[in-house]
Protein backbone atom coordinates (compact mmCIF):
# COMPACT_ATOMS: atom_id res chain seq x y z
CA UNK A 1 0.00 0.00 0.00
CA UNK A 2 0.99 3.56 -0.97
CA UNK A 3 1.69 6.00 1.90
CA UNK A 4 0.64 9.68 1.79
CA UNK A 5 4.05 10.98 1.40
CA UNK A 6 4.37 7.82 -1.51
CA UNK A 7 1.44 10.70 -3.04
CA UNK A 8 2.35 13.40 -2.24
CA UNK A 9 5.96 12.90 -4.25
CA UNK A 10 3.71 11.74 -7.20
CA UNK A 11 1.71 14.45 -7.29
CA UNK A 12 4.74 17.15 -6.76
CA UNK A 13 6.07 14.77 -9.98
CA UNK A 14 3.41 15.47 -11.96
CA UNK A 15 3.13 19.23 -11.34
CA UNK A 16 6.75 19.55 -11.63
CA UNK A 17 6.26 18.25 -15.44
CA UNK A 18 3.34 20.03 -16.16
CA UNK A 19 4.98 23.51 -15.09
CA UNK A 20 7.89 22.11 -17.10
CA UNK A 21 5.73 21.38 -20.51
CA UNK A 22 3.66 24.76 -19.77
CA UNK A 23 7.03 26.47 -19.60
CA UNK A 24 8.73 24.96 -23.17
CA UNK A 25 5.36 25.75 -24.68
CA UNK A 26 5.33 29.29 -23.70
CA UNK A 27 9.22 29.81 -24.67
CA UNK A 28 8.19 28.05 -27.87
CA UNK A 29 5.36 30.47 -28.84
CA UNK A 30 7.42 33.61 -28.18
CA UNK A 31 10.20 32.38 -30.30
CA UNK A 32 7.76 31.45 -32.97
CA UNK A 33 6.17 34.71 -32.93
CA UNK A 34 9.64 36.34 -32.55
CA UNK A 35 10.38 34.48 -35.78
CA UNK A 36 6.86 36.02 -37.84
CA UNK A 37 8.63 39.37 -36.85
CA UNK A 38 11.17 39.10 -38.31
CA UNK A 39 10.02 37.61 -41.14
CA UNK A 40 7.40 40.24 -41.79
CA UNK A 41 9.92 42.97 -41.39
CA UNK A 42 12.17 41.23 -43.64
CA UNK A 43 9.31 41.42 -46.44
CA UNK A 44 8.33 45.51 -45.19
CA UNK A 45 11.92 45.83 -46.05
CA UNK A 46 12.04 44.15 -49.04
CA UNK A 47 9.04 46.01 -50.30
CA UNK A 48 10.50 49.48 -49.39
CA UNK A 49 13.77 48.20 -51.31
CA UNK A 50 11.89 47.80 -54.77
CA UNK A 51 9.92 51.26 -54.23
CA UNK A 52 13.38 53.15 -53.59
CA UNK A 53 14.87 51.06 -56.57
CA UNK A 54 11.77 52.03 -58.85
CA UNK A 55 12.31 56.18 -57.04
CA UNK A 56 15.73 55.78 -58.18
CA UNK A 57 15.62 54.81 -61.40
CA UNK A 58 12.18 56.07 -62.50
CA UNK A 59 12.57 59.42 -60.35
CA UNK A 60 8.85 58.45 -58.16
CA UNK A 61 8.06 56.04 -55.94
CA UNK A 62 5.38 53.91 -57.33
CA UNK A 63 1.42 53.74 -57.39
CA UNK A 64 0.86 50.36 -56.52
CA UNK A 65 2.27 47.34 -55.16
CA UNK A 66 1.17 45.78 -58.18
CA UNK A 67 3.53 47.81 -60.36
CA UNK A 68 6.20 46.48 -58.43
CA UNK A 69 5.17 42.96 -59.42
CA UNK A 70 4.95 43.75 -62.61
CA UNK A 71 8.24 45.58 -63.07
CA UNK A 72 10.74 45.29 -60.75
CA UNK A 73 10.41 41.68 -59.60
CA UNK A 74 8.67 41.62 -56.45
CA UNK A 75 6.94 38.36 -55.40
CA UNK A 76 4.34 38.36 -52.69
CA UNK A 77 2.99 35.34 -51.09
CA UNK A 78 -0.40 36.13 -50.93
CA UNK A 79 -1.46 32.69 -49.35
CA UNK A 80 0.34 34.00 -45.94
CA UNK A 81 1.01 37.33 -46.29
CA UNK A 82 -1.42 40.86 -46.96
CA UNK A 83 1.26 43.89 -47.94
CA UNK A 84 -0.95 46.95 -47.45
CA UNK A 85 0.89 49.65 -49.80
CA UNK A 86 -0.46 53.64 -49.50
CA UNK A 87 1.46 55.82 -51.54
CA UNK A 88 1.69 59.26 -50.56
CA UNK A 89 2.99 61.49 -53.58
CA UNK A 90 5.67 60.62 -56.37
CA UNK A 91 8.34 61.68 -54.33
CA UNK A 92 7.76 60.89 -50.34
CA UNK A 93 7.92 56.94 -49.89
CA UNK A 94 4.92 54.81 -49.28
CA UNK A 95 3.80 53.35 -46.15
CA UNK A 96 4.14 49.88 -46.25
CA UNK A 97 2.79 46.96 -43.56
CA UNK A 98 3.16 43.15 -43.58
CA UNK A 99 0.13 41.31 -41.90
CA UNK A 100 0.88 37.57 -41.44
CA UNK A 101 -2.54 36.08 -42.08
CA UNK A 102 -2.17 32.78 -40.82
CA UNK A 103 -1.92 34.34 -37.29
CA UNK A 104 -5.39 33.81 -36.23
Request: glycine content about 4%; some cysteine; hydrophobic content about 45%.
Amino acid sequence: MKTASGKKFIVAIVLAAMILIAAVLMWAGARAKNNMAEQTGSIRDTVYARALQCYVIEGAYPESLDYLIENYGLAVNTDDYRIIYIPYAENLPPEIKVIYLKDK
